[in-house]
C-alpha cells in the first residue's frame, strides 16, 4: 500500500519535471497544426533569435528567484547598461569607440548595479521587493538623464554583429545566450554557490545553521544576476542599434513570466535555469504562434494568461506547500 | 479634546501654509530671476511663455526655440517654464508667472496632462493674460467659451496624416500587394486616429493594397521586433510593406526585418519623424514618416495671441476653425529628407493660419 503511494509520487514528481517540456512540446503541436510554416528552419532561427535576450536575462532572474527572493531592477539595468554600451561604440552623440571593449564594461556596470542590489538588500534589511524595484527606478532615471530624452544611435557595425553577424547559419545573439546558458548551468551545477543558492531558497534558517555564508552568497547572486542584465543589455543595444531609456520595456514582465512558467517556484528552492530555457520558449513560441494562427489581437492576451496559468498550475508541486501565498 | 481639534487644525494649517510657501519659493527659483526682485511690479508690456514637459525631448526643444524666436522677432521679454511631468508644477509656474506679470501674460502651454487645461484656462483669465494651449484639453472645453482670454488650442490630426503616410508606402512598392501594420496602444487616440487613417487609404486603393494582418505593438519597439519576426514567418514575401503607427515600432520592425536580410526590400513607414526614422529614410529603409512642427507650434501659440492684443484681430470675431484646428504634418520622404534634416521647414510669424488644416473633430 504503502509502496503503491510512494509510487504515484514519484510519478507525479517525474511528471512536474517534464511538465513544462509537454506544455513547450504541446503548444509547438498546435501552433503548427494551423500553420505549417511553423515548423520551418527559418521560423525556428527566427524564434531562437527571439528568445535570446529573454533566456539571457532569465540566467540572472532564475538565481534570485531560486532564493525566494525576486528582482524588479532587470528593466532599468538593462536600460542603464545599453546606454552606456551605445555611448562607448562609435555613435551620434558622444566621440568614443572603443568597439567591443563596451560589452564588458556594461556588463560590469550591471554587475556593480547587482552588487548594490544585493548590498542594500542583505545590509540594509529591505525586502529584495523594494530595494531592486528602487535601483531599477534609478537604473531608468539615469539612463533617461544622461541621454536627456535622446535616442543614441549605434554606428559600428562590428558591434553590431554582436546581434546581426551569424555563425552556421545562426545569429551571434543566439551563440551568446547559449554561452550564458552553459555558465549559468556550471554555477547551478558544479558549484558551491549554485548549491548554497538552492539551500537558502529551500530553508534559509536552516542554511545559515548549516554554516552557508547567506548574506555572501545573496549579495553574490544579486551580482551575478546583474552581470547578465548587463549582458542583455548589451544585446539589446546590438540588436536595435541604438540605446535609449525605453528600449527595456516589458522586459520584466516577460522575464519573470519565463521564469515562473519554467517551473521555477517563486517561494524559492525549487527549479533551475533549465526550467527558465524552457519558459521562455514557451513565452516565445507562444507569442510567435499568436501570430502565426491569426487569432485576434483583442483574444490574445487572454489566452496568454489562461495558457501562463495553466503552465504554472501542471509544472508546480503544490501538494508539499503548506501555504500558498 | 474639543479644544485640542481646533488647534490642531491650525497647526496643520499652518503647516499647509507653510509648505506652500516652500513651494512658492521653489517655483519662483524655478521661473527665473524673479525671487530677488519686488514680487508685484506692473509690467507695461506683454511677457511671453511657453510652458513644455521637458528640454530633454527633441520636439520639446524645438518647440521652446519657436516661442524664443518670435519673442525676438517683435522684441518683447520671453521665458520657458518646464513641468518635468507634474501637472502642479506647470499650473503653479504659470501661476507665479501671472503675478509676477500683473497679468500682462501670453503663455502658450502643452498641458501635462488634459485635465490641467482647465484650470490654467481659468487662472488666465482671471488674471487678464492670454493662453493657446496645445494636443491636451479636455473634450468639452472650447476656447470661445472663455473669450476672448483663450485664445486657440492646436494639434495635429492623426487621420489625414497616417492615410498621406500610407500612401508613400503604397508608392514605394508599386501600389499592389499585401502590407501588415502595427497599431498603438489600442485606447489611445493618436492609436485610433492613425490605424483610422491607414484603412482609408486601404479602402481607396480598391482592393489593389491587402491588410494581411494587423497587430497592436503599444507603441512598443521589442514587441514590433518579434511581431514582425511572426509575420516574416507567417506571409513570408507576400509582405510588401510594414506601416507602423509610430517611429518607434517601425524601428523594431526595420530590426526584424534586417535580421531577415529584408531591410530596403521591405518599406516600412512610421509616424512622428524622430531622427533615426528620419536617417532610415535616406538610408532608403523607411519609405517615410511624418513629422510635426514644433516649431510652428512652439511660434504660433503666441503669435497669433499676440495679433489679438495689439489689435491685428479680434479673436473673438474669428471662425471656429480659428480656435481649435489642426496643423500641418510634414511627410518626409526620400525626395526631401536630407533637406528636412539640413533646413527644417519655416514658419512665417505674419502667416497666423497658413498652415492651419481644418478644425478638431471629436470622433469618440
Known amino acids: 500500500m504503502q509502496a503503491k503511494a510512494a509510487s504515484t509520487g514519484w510519478y507525479m514528481e517525474q511528471w512536474r519535471r517534464w511538465a513544462p517540456l509537454a506544455v513547450l512540446a504541446a503548444l509547438c503541436v498546435l501552433v503548427s497544426l494551423f500553420n505549417p510554416n511553423f515548423l520551418t528552419v527559418g521560423n525556428f532561427v527566427r524564434l531562437l533569435n527571439s528568445a535570446a535576450i529573454p533566456v539571457v536575462l532569465c540566467m540572472g532572474a532564475t538565481f534570485i528567484i531560486l532564493m525566494g527572493s525576486i528582482d524588479l531592477s532587470v528593466e532599468g539595468v538593462v536600460a542603464m547598461t545599453a546606454v552606456v554600451a551605445s555611448l562607448l561604440v562609435a555613435n551620434d552623440i558622444t566621440s568614443y569607440s572603443i568597439g567591443l571593449a563596451a560589452a564588458p564594461v556594461a556588463i560590469l556596470i550591471g554587475g556593480a548595479m547587482g552588487f548594490l542590489n544585493g548590498f542594500v538588500h542583505v545590509r540594509l534589511k529591505t525586502p529584495s521587493f523594494m530595494t531592486t524595484l528602487g535601483i531599477g527606478f534609478a537604473g531608468l532615471g539615469i539612463a533617461t538623464a544622461v541621454l536627456g530624452g535622446l535616442t543614441v544611435r549605434i554606428a559600428d557595425p562590428v558591434f553590431r554583429s554582436l546581434s546581426l553577424g551569424r555563425f552556421l547559419g545562426i545569429p551571434m545573439a543566439v551563440w551568446i545566450a547559449l554561452a550564458a546558458f552553459l555558465v549559468a548551468l556550471t554555477i547551478q551545477q558544479r558549484t558551491r554557490i549554485g548549491r548554497w543558492i538552492y539551500a537558502i531558497g529551500t530553508d534559509e534558517v536552516t542554511a545559515r545553521h548549516a554554516g552557508i555564508p547567506v548574506d555572501r552568497t545573496r549579495i553574490l547572486a544579486f551580482v551575478l544576476a546583474g552581470l547578465f542584465y548587463g549582458l542583455g543589455g548589451v544585446l539589446a543595444a546590438a540588436q536595435f542599434g541604438q540605446g535609449h531609456a525605453l528600449i527595456s520595456q516589458g522586459r520584466l514582465f516577460t522575464t519573470i513570466t519565463a521564469v515562473v512558467v519554467g517551473g521555477t517556484a517563486l517561494s524559492g528552492g525549487v527549479g533551475s535555469v533549465v526550467n527558465s530555457v524552457i519558459g521562455v520558449f514557451i513565452v516565445v513560441v507562444l507569442a510567435n504562434g499568436m501570430v502565426l494562427m491569426g487569432i485576434e489581437p483583442y483574444v490574445q492576451q487572454g489566452v496568454q494568461g489562461l495558457l501562463i496559468i495553466a503552465a504554472v498550475s501542471l509544472a508546480l508541486d503544490r501538494s508539499s506547500l503548506a501555504v500558498v501565498k | ?364
Do not use: C
Not at chain 2, 496632462?113 to 482647465?118: E, G, H, I, V, Y
Not at chain 2, 492670454?130 to 476672448?148: G, M, R, S
Not at chain 2, 485664445?151 to 503604397?170: K, R, Y
Open chain 2, 1 to 364: 479634546m474639543a479644544k485640542l481639534i481646533p488647534s490642531l487644525e491650525a497647526a496643520l494649517v499652518n503647516r499647509r501654509s507653510l509648505l506652500k510657501g516652500i513651494a512658492g519659493i521653489g517655483a519662483a527659483g524655478v521661473v527665473g530671476s524673479a525671487f530677488p526682485r519686488p514680487a508685484i511690479a506692473q509690467e507695461a508690456t506683454w511677457t511671453l511663455a511657453n510652458s513644455l514637459r521637458s528640454l530633454a525631448n527633441p520636439y520639446h526643444a524645438t518647440f521652446a526655440k519657436g516661442g524664443e524666436e518670435f519673442a525676438k522677432s517683435i522684441g518683447a521679454k520671453y521665458e520657458t517654464l518646464v513641468t518635468e511631468g507634474n501637472s502642479e508644477k506647470g499650473i503653479s509656474d504659470i501661476k507665479a508667472l501671472l503675478q509676477r506679470t500683473g497679468g500682462k501674460l501670453i503663455v502658450n502651454v502643452d498641458p501635462n496632462d488634459s485635465p490641467d487645461a482647465r484650470v490654467i484656462v481659468e487662472e488666465v483669465k482671471k488674471a487678464g493674460g492670454f493662453v493657446v494651449t496645445q494636443w491636451n484639453k479636455p473634450d468639452d472645453l472650447h476656447p470661445w467659451d472663455f473669450d476672448p482670454n483663450y485664445i486657440a488650442h492646436m494639434s495635429f490630426d492623426g487621420v489625414p496624416n497616417a492615410e498621406a503616410i500610407a500612401n508613400e508606402l503604397f508608392k514605394a512598392f508599386g501600389g499592389e500587394g499585401g502590407i501588415v501594420a502595427l497599431g498603438g496602444i489600442l485606447s489611445n487616440v493618436p492609436a485610433i486616429e492613425r490605424k483610422l487613417g491607414l484603412d482609408n487609404a486601404i479602402a481607396k486603393t480598391n482592393g489593389k493594397v491587402k491588410l494581411l494582418d494587423f497587430q497592436p505593438a503599444d507603441w512598443n519597439e521589442q514587441k514590433a521586433f518579434d511581431i514582425t519576426q511572426a509575420w516574416v514567418t507567417r506571409f513570408g514575401d507576400q509582405i510588401k510593406g510594414v506601416f507602423a503607427a509610430n517611429d518607434g515600432m517601425g524601428m523594431g520592425a526595420l530590426e526584424a526585418l534586417r535580421q531577415n536580410g529584408l531591410a530596403g526590400t521591405v518599406p516600412v513607414v512610421g509616424i512622428d519623424g524622430i531622427d533615426a526614422a528620419v536617417s532610415a529614410v535616406e538610408a532608403g529603409e523607411f519609405a517615410g514618416t511624418v513629422a510635426w512642427d514644433p516649431f510652428w507650434t512652439g511660434s504660433m501659440g503666441l503669435a497669433i495671441p499676440y495679433a489679438h492684443v495689439t489689435g491685428k484681430i479680434d479673436i473673438t470675431k474669428e471662425p471656429k476653425e480659428h480656435r481649435e484646428f489642426y496643423g500641418t504634418g510634414i511627410i518626409v520622404t526620400k525626395a526631401n529628407a536630407a533637406e528636412f534634416k539640413s533646413n527644417p521647414p519655416k514658419t512665417d510669424f505674419n502667416d497666423l493660419w497658413g498652415k492651419v488644416t481644418g478644425q478638431i473633430q471629436y470622433r469618440s
